[in-house]
């Protein structure tokens, strides 16, 4: 029986950089006509906001990563910090601004992004369970981020972004492992309609207004004792066997 993953971290790389070891120059230098985005985020009532993750790449300063034969092979430099949001005033708006073209002594070019947020740890629905950030990736590269954050397939997309999902509270309650985890579902990801990844074009603003309907949470339990499906169980107390580890996001939306 497979179960829901915890969030992957990176894909691993090793950081040897060519003719610089570890002094690679990692700072930022966008030049004067640089390209930025800004990005923007509604952030609603029970919600934390957390820092944004930036990956840059740069074709100047290599990275060396070996292959499962302990063979190197080159690939681009890799530059990834934390970049918090800052709120706007008294209002509920957060938002920051990260150059496309970094600039630097490498050169570096912005290659994604990933947004990330939770439900507040002093929410009554956190106690006891192992809450699971919601995450946004934008690419403006290849990849830099691993697929593991549950955002699914990237989709194409081009100019401005205005994202509006619907989010309900969703625990999970592993009899297996002894567990129970605490997220926020909206959709599953592997239909690309409800994918939560991005490869952009053209883009110089990304608004993220997520509605999160926090009275209407759906339970998913695993057979107790094991095998068996996987009940999930719906704010108006309707109850049915998964198949996928998801609940049926048509059926909430239409409960909202």
């Not at 956190?126 to 590269?141: L, Q």
């Not at 509605?211 to 309707?238: C, F, Q």
Request: hydrophobic content about 30%; proline content about 7%; some cysteine.
């Amino acid at each position: 029986m497979n179960y829901k993953n915890k969030p992957a971290a990176l894909l691993p790389l090793v950081i040897f950089l060519y003719g610089c070891g570890d002094r690679t120059d990692r700072s930022l230098t966008p030049p004067p006509d640089a390209k930025w985005v800004t990005i923007a985020f509604s952030v609603p009532a029970d919600i934390t906001l957390l820092p944004m993750e930036v990956v840059y790449r740069s074709h100047q300063c290599k990275t060396v990563r070996y292959n499962s034969s302990s063979e190197p092979h080159d690939i681009p430099g890799y530059n990834n910090f934390e970049q918090p949001l800052s709120q706007q005033g008294n209002s509920n708006l957060w938002q920051t601004r990260i150059a496309i073209d970094g600039g630097g002594s490498c050169q570096w070019q912005l290659n994604s992004l990933r947004v990330s947020f939770k439900i507040m740890d002093d929410h009554p629905l956190v106690k006891g369970k192992e809450t699971i950030a919601t995450n946004y990736i934008f690419d403006f590269d290849d990849y830099g981020l691993s697929d593991g954050y549950g955002t699914g397939k990237a989709k194409d997309a081009s100019g401005d972004l205005h994202i509006q999902y619907d989010f309900f509270p969703e625990i999970f309650i592993n009899h297996l492992f002894k567990e129970t985890s605490l997220e926020l579902f909206g959709g599953e990801t592997k239909h690309q309609k409800w994918s939560r990844r991005y490869r952009l074009r053209d883009t110089q603003k990304i608004m993220i207004e997520p509605v999160i309907h926090m009275n209407k949470v759906v339970t998913l339990e695993s057979p107790n004792p094991p095998p068996g499906k996987i009940r999930a169980t719906y704010p108006d107390g309707s109850s049915e066997d998964v198949r996928h580890i998801e609940p049926d996001y048509e059926k909430l939306l239409s409960l909202k």
